[in-house]
């Protein structure tokens, strides 16, 4: 018989930053003293525990699209074009580690299949780039900054391959699986293995320049890849390859998780297996570039994902150089601030805890365990008591506005909703939350009291509490929201007088000597609205930006394929009413709209604003003509994809190769997400000289 490994002694020896030792796949049944609960439903596996407690953590897209500029790269790349001028390992992994994130995903191979490993099975990778004379290996440089930090290493392998002339075949998955044994095998422990789920479509292919459809639930024969890396480093947490993986999608590239967020399979109560959500997001708008997110969005996304007892895993992507970017650093640690203000002082230590209930009124589950914060402590209560209350006594008037509930989770997931009441004279209900897991964070207004109540109102076995904790949050500036109107009026809001809002319109960061907004101004040839609030003490907020093309006062739909008063809606600096019009009468005619912009100009790119909430009508390909009369239109000024936007649904802008005298523009959706039933147009947009 296998020796079991217990899932507590796996996180002690963790903690102590001792290895796990031996290579047997983890239990998945803790062993739990006599006199302990049964276990409710699915229960986490060793590997699932270890990764419930990291909470957060980096990823870092670098590679091909690094330097092409894409968020898809096409396979077809010279390896030439992966030159870093400064790429430093160590810089990574260490602004990682002082972020307080708990280790790294790094992109060994993105969709353009270029490995940034000289992988023995393919001449596309750095061993081919000028790069270090095709010495350099960026998996084992970033491996060992990792070590070196202290922190944990992750990988991304994407299954999806443009650059494979064997992709399609069952030659690749050989192939892939090679790749997979290379990675497990030569650098060191990998605590998560990134997979995703954009699969098949068009590519090089080796030169075939086709697209490919596959199954991407049978093609990559995940029961065998999840057993390829069991046995290779039984550790090591498999995301998606559903249903045999550890971890699953958070449904979103948005940093959320779903609510509730039940672990058991595809987020279902009635699941079969523990499955706990992953929520991923870039902190820039694209996952290898783009525009800044600000440390309350980030702070937002913590709550909608960890706080929903998730773990969130943060892109923060390396530029040209190798190396992440100030502006990045100055956002995280922003944020890192915010957090360490928030977490690092737990208000409810040191409170006196009672319960209605003590599991055989034994010590080891009285109710002060929910403060003791040790792997094995929880406070529980006797089988027949699924509705029990608990009350902190906080000694003293305490101010809180974030409570923190966790379930133990080697018991499974048994609370399906809670109430909380505070004392005012009398108990008044301040909040309810339903399944709680891991960690549910839940935010309140600014609250004083001195006891706190908890009640668990539903669960489906005697509740297992390992946490409860009150923090108080600092109140975060606001962020300012910078709109434009269809005359070219921008307006940062909201407007309050006496506004602490600097602005620029020239590229540069504002500071306390840019002009402070005051009143709303003309942005009529584009050009990039930065903002910043900064008040006359205290820290300076977050950089808001906005890009802007041309002003559309003049434009005009000349024509479109759907309803043409309608189609008035996709020139209208709205970002709320979007154009949605029946796509494909017939399935080879794709859905056009033609634009007459009032004047011509030297039109050097342009913008399409997909529905961002996601649609299956937001448009995956496109054409994009000119013309001087609106007539002759002659070939493509661009053609091409909106890579990921499926699953990212963001601002897509467009560069043309060469700048073109135009007064009309036709753009063409040749496809769209669901490819049938409709387009959709948010906002469409023109950059000029
Ligand atoms: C997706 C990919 O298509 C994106 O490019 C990105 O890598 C994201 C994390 O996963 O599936």
Known sequence: ???????????????????????????????????????????????????????????????????TGKEWGFGDESPDRFNPTAFDADQIARTVKEAGFAGLIFTAKHHDGFCMWPSAYTEHSVKNSSWKQGKGDVVKEMAEACKRQGILYGLY???????????????????????????LTHYGPVF????????????????????????????????????LINELQPETVVWGAEPYGDVTWGRSEGGTVPDPAWKNGGGLRQGNRWAPYEADVSIRSGWFSGGMKTPNQLMD??????????????????????????????????????????FDKDLALGAKVSATNTRGNSPRYAPSQVLANTPDAYWTTDDNQLTPELVLDLGKPTTFNVIELGEYLPLG????????????????????????????????????????????????????????????MPHLLVEPQITRGIDGTVKILPETSGSSF??????????????????????????????????????PGAIVSAPFGLAKTQWKVVSSTGNLSEARRAIEESTTRRWRAPLYKAPQAPQ??????????????????????????????YEFYLSQDGKSWGEPAAKGEFGNIKASPILQTVTLSQPTQARCFRFVATHTVADKGEVVISELGILAE
């Not at 507590?8 to 006599?34: H, R």
């Open 192 to 227: 998560e293995l990134w997979f995703d789920g954009a699969n098949g479509g068009s590519g090089y292919y080796g030169g075939a320049n086709d697209k490919r459809t596959i199954d991407g639930k049978t093609y990559y024969q995940w029961d065998k890849t999840v057993k």
């Open 592 to 621: 056009e709209i033609v634009v007459d912009i009032g004047k011509a100009e030297k039109v050097t790119g342009f913008t399409y604003l997909p529905d961002v909430k996601g649609a299956d009508g937001n448009v995956t390909h």
């Open 301 to 342: 996304m913590y709550f909608k994902s960890v706080g929903r007892t998730g773990n969130l895993l943060i892109n923060i992507p390396p530029d040209r150089r190798g190396i992440i970017n100030e502006k990045d650093i100055e956002v995280l640690q922003a944020w890192h601030q915010i957090m360490t203000q928030t």
């Open 157 to 183: 392998l994407s299954p999806w391959d443009r650059n494979r002339a064997d992709y399609g075949k069952p030659e690749y998955v050989a192939y892939y699986h090679n790749q997979l044994r290379e990675l």
């Open 413 to 472: 997931q048994r609370i399906e909703s809670v109430a909380l009441d505070y004392w005012n004279g009398k108990w008044v209900e301040l909040a309810t939350a339903n399944i709680v897991g891991s960690q549910r964070y839940i935010r309140t207004p600014d609250t004083t009291t001195t006891q706190l109540r908890l009640r668990v109102t539903k669960a489906h076995a005697c509740p297992a509490i390992k946490k409860f904790s009150l923090y108080l």
């Open 502 to 539: 600097h602005y620029t319109t020239d590229g540069s960061d504002p500071t306390e000597k840019s002009p402070t907004y005051s009143q709303p101004f003309p942005i009529l040839r584009g050009g990039m609205v930065k903002v910043r609030c900064i008040p006359s003490s205290g820290q």
């Open 1 to 67: 018989m296998k020796p079991i490994i217990n899932a507590i002694t796996v996180i002690l020896l963790l903690a102590a930053g001792m290895p796990v030792s031996g290579a047997e796949i983890p239990s998945d049944k803790a062993v739990e003293p006599a006199g302990a609960p049964a276990p409710f439903g699915p229960t986490p596996n060793a590997r699932q525990l270890r990764w419930q407690g990291l909470k957060v953590y980096a990823f870092i897209h670098f590679g091909m699209n690094t330097f």
